[in-house]
Nanobody, 125 residues
Framework: QVQSIESGGGLVQPGGSLTLSCVVSGVTFSGYSMGWFRQTPGKDREFVASIAWGRDDTLYTESVKGRFTISRDNVKSTVYLQMNNLRPEDTAVYYC??????????????????WGQGTQVIVSL
């Protein structure tokens, strides 16, 4: 069964930090590029960051560059998102997914993991 389990969200003040984790099962994790997405009510899910399967090349959406860092542990089948200097506009439910190429993640298709429950991040005073 292919699935993802996201964790690590919470309530944090502006300027604070959180680290999200996502464990993926049912796929050969090391063979896929991994990505993080986020969604707020009434809006489409948007691409946040990706990391390539082999070379660790990373991509970020412009608004998080310099603040977020994506990483992966192929032994643990886990992808991480270190989020620093959080802003209220980062408030969203965060999800992970997998694709053969990082460009697929950026384009939102094709994705290989059914969307999990996500993890809620709230940035507020």
């Amino acid at each position: 069964q292919v699935q993802s389990i996201e964790s690590g969200g919470g309530l944090v003040q502006p300027g604070g930090s959180l680290t999200l984790s996502c464990v993926v099962s049912g796929v050969t994790f090391s063979g896929y590029s991994m990505g993080w997405f986020r969604q707020t009510p009434g809006k489409d899910r948007e691409f946040v960051a990706s990391i390539a399967w082999g070379r660790d090349d990373t991509l970020y959406t412009e608004s998080v560059k310099g603040r977020f860092t994506i990483s992966r542990d192929n032994v643990k089948s886990t992808v991480y998102l270190q989020m620093n200097n959080l802003r209220p506009e980062d408030t969203a439910v965060y999800y992970c997914n997998a694709a053969p190429y990082a460009s697929d993640l950026r384009n939102g298709s094709p994705l290989y993991v059914p969307w999990g429950q996500g993890t809620q991040v709230i940035v507020s005073l």
